[in-house]
């Protein structure tokens, strides 16, 4: 085989080389395929480093890609070669590399966590095990009666309190770091009247949410879903997500995506009730010093 690694200075460059690839299996990919449309537009927008670009190739043949936008951890593409875990994990550490953790399909994260940990002596802990699930088309009877709008400026402060308490109950990792740079871009969509955080109604008071995100070529994302714990259990979120999952196949989507963690039985039943369907599993690693 004669492969080639390259890292890429360039955005454009890299994108010439990765995005067909990504697309290929834009399920599968759709989180590097949203990552790699918002470097397009804006190179610092994840971040004020500048991001790892890297491809391997085989005769032209793309056979891997892998994106980091520091601080967060290495994404790596869906690959049918799991040989090119081993010629990445090389090729990052000619360069030295330091890599908190890794986010990939299940088989690759796991080989790419071993390989990593042990040339740097460190601990892999499984931090998290998450499904990518497609949607299609929205099961009707899940689309409910209640009123459904973007949130505007008057439910800001209600949005801005549900957020934080979303990240510090799902996101075990969240620090008041993450959660103060989330708020501050919240406000700035506010101020900005571009809000993509949408409420449902009950007697016109809000009472869930969920987030328009990342934008791939053919599908949209969906995340930020959120009820508070003592409006649970009413059917709140499964018309919350439906509704937006509607509206986004209507405003010109194949598919809505979304990342469930494996570990909640009740959001993988909510989903796959409105019409989500499962693509694959992934695992996401953090290195720890041993």
Sequence with gaps: MSMEARFYEEVDDFYDIAYPFLLAREAENNLLLSILNSLKENIHDNGKEMPLLFSLTDHDDVKLIALRTPPHDIVISYTDDLNSIEVLVEELLKRNEKIPGVLSFKEAADKFAELWCEKNSL????FRKERIYKLEQVSKDTIGTKKFA????????????????????ALVDTTEENIEQMINQLKKEFEENKSKMFLLFDNNEPVSMVRKSGKTPNGNFVNFVYTPPSLRRKGYATECVAKLSKQLIEEGNKYCFLFTDLSNPTSNSIYQKIGYRPVIDENHYKFLTK
């Design 123 to 126: 601990k892999p802990n499984l």
């Design 150 to 169: 973007v949130a505007s400026k008057t439910h800001q402060i209600i949005v801005l309190n549900w957020a934080g308490e979303m990240m510090k109950e």
